[in-house]
């Protein structure tokens, strides 16, 4: 059978629900009250913070950590996930809230049947698919047992150490102005890490905000990334979650999937490190 892609166009929609084990989940961060105001007919929601997420010490892991696999577990349950189910994941935010984050998440700990909606919310409205208010219900299943994220990782002291050295690069996906130190609407510091490279995840998308063809992507970041083994590209954002829309572009692409720095911008610039600022 074809691999399944990680990114199911809106026109595919139409046959979810005729599956039991379709699960839909809303990752729109920070906008439960648009959820149950209007969410997609099935649409469970997940929340960044306190679902996907480990909140604790800004500069020990950024401001948005992995949960243990304890508590990622118990949020799957909730969510009525098994390993079986076909998890189809949105954001109204092109998958760049967490829609991506959690399909990272899945993928790293073995999780098979995984999509993210392209366009998101948006698009799946307008090509006729179902919304409502009403309050889903999960299925109660079995706990999802976890005992690895087995996709790669990077910390502060690897970033530190590579981040300036030629058979590496450090990407960072946030946009322009934030690289650059000219704004900062989030952390403490505005400003980017030495050595490290912008590549916006916004220029994953295409002027309707959906991905671009798995063509374009690669060879968009095999011109990128022609000096590095994929091993040794490690990808970055404020906080962890953002990033991993480049990450779900890279394998929409069929390239390696790199190395996440899950601590980002968020725990860099709390630890005293070595920063490039806006007048340098």
């Not at 299943?141 to 981040?163: C, F, G, H, Q, R």
């Not at 720095?261 to 610039?269: I, L, Q, R, T």
Request: hydrophobic share 40%; with cysteine; aromatic share 8%.
């Amino acid at each position: 059978m074809k691999p399944l892609s990680p990114i199911i166009k809106p026109a595919e929609l139409t046959w979810l629900n005729q599956d039991d084990e379709i699960v839909i989940i809303d990752a729109s961060a920070g906008s439960k009250a648009r959820y149950d105001e209007q969410h997609l007919a099935g649409a469970l929601f997940v929340d960044v913070n306190s679902d996907l997420a480990n909140i604790g010490d800004f500069a020990i892991g950024g401001r948005h950590p992995l949960p243990t696999f304890e508590q990622f577990s118990a949020v799957l349950r909730r969510l009525g996930i098994t390993k079986d189910s076909h998890v189809i994941i949105y954001d109204d935010k092109n998958g760049g809230n967490a829609a991506a984050r959690l399909w990272w998440m899945l993928k790293a700990i073995g999780h098979e049947k995984i999509q993210v909606i392209d366009g998101g919310l948006q698009t799946a409205i307008k090509a006729g698919f179902p919304t409502t208010d009403k309050v889903e219900i999960p299925k109660s299943v079995e706990k999802y047992e976890i005992t690895a994220w087995n996709l790669p990782l990077s910390d502060i002291n690897e970033v530190e150490k590579v981040a300036k050295t030629d058979d590496y690069i450090v990407i960072d996906v946030r946009d322009a102005n934030r690289f650059a130190g000219l704004t900062e609407p989030i952390d403490l510091i505005a400003g980017h890490i030495p050595g490290a490279a912008n590549i916006p995840y916004t220029k994953n998308l295409d002027a309707t905000g959906a991905f671009l063809a798995p063509e374009i992507l690669k060879e968009k970041y095999a011109e990128a990334l022609a000096h590095v083994k994929p091993e040794n590209v490690i990808v970055h954002c404020g906080s962890g979650i953002t990033a991993c829309h480049t990450l779900l572009a890279m394998d929409y692409a069929g390239l390696p999937i790199p190395k996440l720095y899950v601590g980002s911008w968020s725990e860099w610039s709390r630890n005293n490190k070595e920063m490039v600022l806006a007048d340098q």
